[in-house]
């Protein structure tokens, strides 16, 4: 595989130190973001992909380490690089960012900075990401530095949850998966109060 394109994000974010810069990157389709009544936070109004000829499908999302804040930007052919959008993760840093299709979900991961806290992001009513659901790390797993995350699919469903998988990036030497399947329910508040994911449906 061989690179054809590159863009530059660097003027349209913070300066951070080494090792503090992105640290995910999570492809969003347009069809998700019309839909949902997304609104691009440089005209204030609903996103509109005409906007930006030769942009593809869809919203690249990336995490930024140093801060935790999650950044939208529309990619376009000619190496223009558009930020439409910036919002919380719910942590004071990021270690890994996906989106889920089959729930139309954006999930953040957090490392043993913040105790390997993940939330699950969603389009909301003001036109912006917020957070639905949030979760602790898995009880009795230790305060790892996990830096990976992935998500069954919805067809593994099994007594109302499904399979989700973290990766250890240094404490059992950089090397170990970890698995869980519970659930449990989540307060009105969205705090951190569980370790698992339910078989959700797509909003």
Same mark, same amino acid.
């Given at each position: 595989?061989?690179?054809?394109?590159?863009?530059?994000?660097? /003027?349209?974010?913070? /300066?951070?130190?080494?090792?503090?810069?992105?640290?995910?990157?999570?492809?969003?389709?347009? $069809?998700?973001?019309?839909?949902?009544?997304f609104v691009d936070q440089t005209?204030?109004?609903?996103?509109? #992909?005409?906007?930006? #000829?030769?942009?593809? %499908?869809?919203?690249?999302?990336?995490?930024?380490?140093?801060?935790?804040?999650?950044?939208?930007?529309?990619?376009?052919?000619?190496?223009?690089? %558009?930020?439409?959008?910036?919002?919380?993760? +719910?942590?004071?840093?990021?270690?890994?960012?996906?989106?889920?299709?089959?729930? /139309? /979900?954006?999930?953040?991961?957090?490392?043993?900075?913040?105790? +390997?806290?993940?939330?699950?992001?969603?389009?909301?009513?003001?036109?912006?990401?917020?957070?639905?659901?949030?979760?602790?790390?898995?009880?009795?797993?230790?305060?790892?530095?996990?830096?990976?995350?992935?998500?069954?699919?919805?067809?593994?469903? $099994?007594?109302?949850?499904?399979?989700?998988?973290? $990766?250890?990036? $240094?404490?059992? +030497?950089?090397?170990?998966?970890?698995?869980?399947r519970k659930s449990t329910r989540?307060?009105?508040?969205?705090?951190?109060?569980s370790y698992a994911v339910f078989?959700?449906?797509?909003?």
């Open positions: 595989v061989r690179a054809t394109r590159e863009w530059n994000l660097a /003027s349209s974010l913070p /300066s951070v130190g080494a090792n503090l810069g992105l640290e995910g990157v999570a492809w969003v389709p347009d $069809s998700y973001l019309t839909g949902a009544g005209t204030g109004v609903a996103y509109d #992909p005409a906007r930006y #000829p030769g942009h593809g %499908t869809g919203v690249a999302f990336v995490g930024l380490e140093a801060n935790g804040r999650v950044y939208g930007y529309v990619l376009q052919d000619d190496g223009t690089a %558009t930020q439409i959008a910036s919002f919380t993760s +719910g942590s004071t840093t990021i270690a890994y960012l996906t989106w889920d299709p089959e729930t /139309s /979900s954006l999930w953040t991961v957090c490392d043993d900075t913040c105790n +390997g806290t993940t939330t699950r992001q969603q389009v909301g009513s003001n036109g912006a990401f917020g957070i639905v659901a949030a979760y602790d790390r898995p009880a009795g797993m230790p305060n790892l530095n996990n830096e990976g995350f992935a998500l069954a699919p919805q067809s593994t469903c $099994s007594n109302g949850t499904k399979t989700v998988f973290w $990766s250890d990036d $240094s404490n059992t +030497g950089g090397n170990a998966l970890r698995t869980d989540l307060n009105s508040s969205h705090r951190c109060i078989c959700l449906k797509k909003k």
